[in-house]
C-alpha cells in the first residue's frame, strides 16, 4: 500500500508539501507543486489512512449511539434519522445496544472512549435514569434522547407526549368512547411514560361524567394484563359505557391485542384500541389499529444535528426540542 513517502518521493516534492495538500493546506502550495502531488497520487491509488490521520489531528469523526433496546421499532427510525446526517456531514456512527442494562450501558460508554468518538446520542436504558447515583457520563458533548436522565445535564430531543396525550383523547371522545384505560409499562424514572400518564390524567380530568383509569402493568406478565383487560372490559359493559384502551408504546400494544385474542374480546368491536409507536403490523392487524406516530426518524436527525453544532463550538445553553407527533385513525376506533 502506497505512503506519503511515497507519494513525496513520485512527486519529486517533500513530505511536508504532501501532508498540506492532504491536510486542506493547498493554498499554501503553488498550481504547479500541486499538479504534481494530484499527478502522483491518482499513479499510485494513494488513499489516505483515516485513522493515522485521526491520531494526528485528534479528529475521529466518529459518533457513539447507546440505545435502550434495539428491538424497539423506535429504535430503527433513530438509527436512520442519525445514520443520514452522519453521511451528509462526514461521520461515522459506532452502535450500541444496551439491551435495557445500565452495566451494558456503561461497557459501551468505556469501548466509545476507547476509539475516542468525539461525540455520544443517548437513548438510555430505564435503569440508568434511576436517581441514585451512577457512573459519570464521559466529558465529551452529547445528546440525550426520548427520556431524561437523573443527574445528567445536556441537550434533549424527543416527543412532545402531552399533545400526543391530547390528540389520543379528543380522538377517542369524539368517537363516542366514555369509559378509558390508559395501559403503560411502570412509568418509575422515565420521563417519557411519566408524560404521557400525567397528561392522560390531568385531560380526563376535566371530564368527569366519563370513566377513565390508568394502570401499570408488566409486558411479560400474560396473567396480570389480561386481568386487567378482563375487568375493565366488564366494568364499561356493566356501566353501559363504550370503552377504549389507550397503550403508552408499541410493544405493549402487541401484548395486548394478544390478551384481547386469549379473552376473546375483539378491538374495534367490543372494545377499542389506539396504541403508540405506529408498528407496520398495526396497518396488518383485523381491524387495523389506529396509532400517535412518532417522527422517530426527525427525532435521530435533530438529536444528530444537534451533537455535530455542539462538536464545532456551538456553547449555547443546554436546549430540549420537541417534535410533533401524528395521530393515525384506522379500524380500531372507528364508531360502529
Not at 174 to 183: C, R
Not at 318 to 325: D, G, M, N
Request: hydrophobic letters at 40%; one cysteine or more.
Amino acid at each position: 500500500m502506497p505512503t506519503i513517502r511515497d507519494v513525496a518521493r513520485v512527486a519529486g516534492v517533500g513530505k511536508s508539501s504532501v501532508s498540506r495538500y492532504l491536510n486542506g493546506e493547498q493554498h499554501a502550495l503553488s498550481d504547479a507543486l500541486k499538479a504534481r502531488i494530484e499527478h502522483a497520487i491518482e499513479q499510485l491509488n494513494y488513499r489516505p489512512n483515516p485513522v493515522a490521520r485521526s491520531l494526528r489531528n485528534g479528529q475521529t469523526r466518529l459518533l457513539g449511539l447507546i440505545l435502550a433496546d434495539i428491538a424497539n421499532p423506535y429504535s430503527l427510525g433513530l438509527i436512520q434519522g442519525i445514520e443520514s446526517v452522519c453521511q451528509q456531514r462526514g461521520f461515522t456512527l459506532l452502535l450500541g445496544n444496551s439491551a435495557n442494562s445500565a452495566e451494558q450501558m456503561q461497557r459501551y460508554l468505556t469501548f466509545f472512549a476507547s476509539y475516542r468518538v468525539q461525540g455520544l446520542l443517548l437513548h438510555p436504558p430505564a435503569i440508568a435514569l434511576s436517581p441514585q447515583p451512577t457512573s459519570p457520563l464521559p466529558d465529551l458533548p452529547h445528546v440525550i434522547i426520548d427520556r431524561y436522565m437523573a443527574q445528567t445535564a445536556g441537550d434533549f430531543v424527543g416527543l412532545d407526549n402531552q399533545l400526543a396525550m391530547q390528540q389520543a383523547c379528543a380522538h377517542l371522545y369524539s368517537q363516542h368512547y366514555d369509559a378509558l384505560l390508559f395501559l403503560s409499562e411502570p412509568i418509575a424514572h422515565i420521563s417519557s411514560r411519566s408524560e404521557r400518564w400525567q397528561s392522560f390524567q390531568q385531560i380526563t380530568a376535566r371530564y368527569p361524567t366519563r370513566l377513565a383509569q390508568c394502570a401499570q402493568v408488566e409486558r411479560e406478565d400474560n396473567n396480570a394484563l389480561d386481568m386487567l383487560l378482563y375487568d375493565f372490559y366488564q366494568q364499561q359493559r356493566a356501566a353501559r359505557r363504550r370503552g377504549a384502551i389507550l397503550v403508552a408504546n408499541g410493544a405493549l400494544t402487541q401484548q395486548v391485542t394478544l390478551a384481547l385474542l386469549r379473552l376473546g374480546l375483539r378491538w374495534g368491536h367490543e372494545l377499542g384500541l389506539l396504541g403508540f409507536d405506529d408498528a407496520e403490523w398495526y396497518r396488518l392487524a383485523t381491524p387495523t389499529i389506529s396509532a400517535i406516530r412518532q417522527p422517530t426518524m426527525q427525532i435521530g436527525i435533530l438529536a444528530a444535528e444537534r451533537l455535530i453544532q455542539r462538536l464545532n463550538g456551538d456553547l449555547s445553553d443546554f436546549c430540549e426540542q420537541r417534535c410533533l407527533p401524528e395521530l393515525i385513525i384506522r379500524q380500531s376506533t372507528c364508531s360502529n
